[in-house]
Nanobody, 118 residues
Framework: QVQVVESGGGLVQPGGSLRLSCVTS??????MGWHRQAPGKQRELVAE???????EYGDSVKGRFTISSDNAKNTTYLQMSSLKPEDTAKYYC??????????????WGQGTQVTVSS
């Protein structure tokens, strides 16, 4: 029922930039965010933004990544700059939302691959 769809992943050179997008069909969204997972590693927080505009970033991406949202479109963006090979991972969008039900739940997208390489 609730759909979460990421886009914008791909291959980029070290030092380059890439922007990811995530759109959801949920009715009311409380939190939008991004997590990533590389092979053999646990999934980690990249960035989150709540309805009030407060943001949170993982230490490894602070100063390089920026999260933003367009509430009217139920869309979140992750602008990634100064990319490093260590940023190579599958990036997942997470949406905390409610859609007719009385409580908020977390919904995950299928992920989009980001590869940083020469």
């Amino acid at each position: 029922q609730v759909q979460v769809v990421e886009s914008g992943g791909g291959l980029v050179q070290p030092g380059g930039s890439l922007r990811l997008s995530c759109v959801t069909s949920a009715g009311i969204v409380s939190v939008m965010g991004w997590h990533r997972q590389a092979p053999g590693k646990q999934r980690e927080l990249v960035a989150e933004i709540i309805s009030g505009g407060i943001t949170e970033y993982g230490d490894s991406v602070k100063g390089r990544f920026t999260i933003s949202s367009d509430n009217a479109k139920n869309t979140t963006y992750l602008q990634m700059s100064s990319l490093k090979p260590e940023d190579t991972a599958k990036y997942y969008c997470k949406i905390r939302a409610r859609d007719g039900r009385p409580t908020f739940y977390d919904y995950w997208g299928q992920g989009t691959q980001v590869t940083v390489s020469s």
